[in-house]
């Protein structure tokens, strides 16, 4: 099951600036890094974000993360319609020892 | 890097399933492999990894004492031994390589999946 807790969808306009949270708690967030997840329909994920704040090569700069205490956030300026995806959230779990992911958060783009 | 996925299908409740990973492009024995597997229209849920090494694994509680993962360094394959399925395991098949040699960091590398159904 999911632990970590997204919103189900963020919506914007070209060129807007849409923000995702993703909520934890001491023993994941709190304690360790949080990656991004890029999914396009019928596609297999892709990183997006590592460490909290860090792009892969070739992923633009329009993309962006952040982490304070137990959640995380993940911003896209610049809206295009290419953003069209599901975003997920990732960390490692103490508690669990393994990984937990959000729920998932579907961006439109208006 | 290139991760290939192959061995989901059809089975039966209570039935076996061997999933494989071929990997190629990296130095295989440097870098944790995972399985992550998503279910139609839901969201990704992490299965098992294993270290580079592979004297380590750890698995999601759901398939604990039913799945197990295993490496082969010879073939630079990464294997899924998947026993007494339920229908909840139905779900597209991830093979993903982390960034080190731990279990910790993430997936930077997935495959494109396989997809296994239980059903009878």
């Known amino acids: 099951q999911s632990v970590l807790t997204q919103p189900p969808s963020a919506s914007g306009t070209p060129g807007q600036r849409v923000t995702i949270s993703c909520s934890g708690s001491?023993?994941?967030?709190?304690?360790?890094?949080v990656n991004w997840y890029q999914q396009f329909p019928g596609s297999a994920p892709k990183l997006l974000i590592y460490?909290?704040?860090q792009r892969p090569s070739g992923v633009p700069d329009r993309f962006s993360g952040s982490k304070s205490g137990t959640s995380a956030s993940l911003a896209i300026s610049g809206l295009q319609s290419d953003d069209e995806a599901d975003y997920y959230c990732a960390s490692w779990d103490d508690s669990l020892n393994g990984y937990v992911f959000g729920t998932g958060t579907t961006v439109s783009v208006l | 890097v290139k991760l290939v996925e192959s061995g989901g299908g059809l089975v039966q409740p209570g039935g076996s399933l061997r999933l494989s990973c071929v990997a190629s492009?990296?130095?295989?024995?440097?870098?944790?492999l995972d399985w992550v597997r998503q279910a139609p229209g839901k969201g990704l849920e992490w299965v098992a990894g294993i270290t580079g090494s592979g004297t380590t694994t750890e698995y999601a509680s759901s398939v604990k004492g039913r799945f197990t993962i295993s490496r082969d360094s010879r073939k630079r394959m990464v294997i899924l031994q998947m026993n007494g399925l339920r229908a909840e395991d139905s779900a597209t098949y991830y093979c993903?390589?982390?960034?080190?040699?731990?279990?910790?960091?993430?997936?930077?590398?997935w495959g494109q999946g396989t997809t296994v159904t239980v059903s009878s």
């Open positions: 993903t390589k982390e960034a080190f040699s731990t279990i910790y960091y993430g997936f930077d590398v």
């Open positions: 001491s023993s994941n967030i709190g304690t360790n890094s």
């Open positions: 460490s909290n704040v």
């Open positions: 492009g990296f130095t295989f024995s440097n870098f944790a």
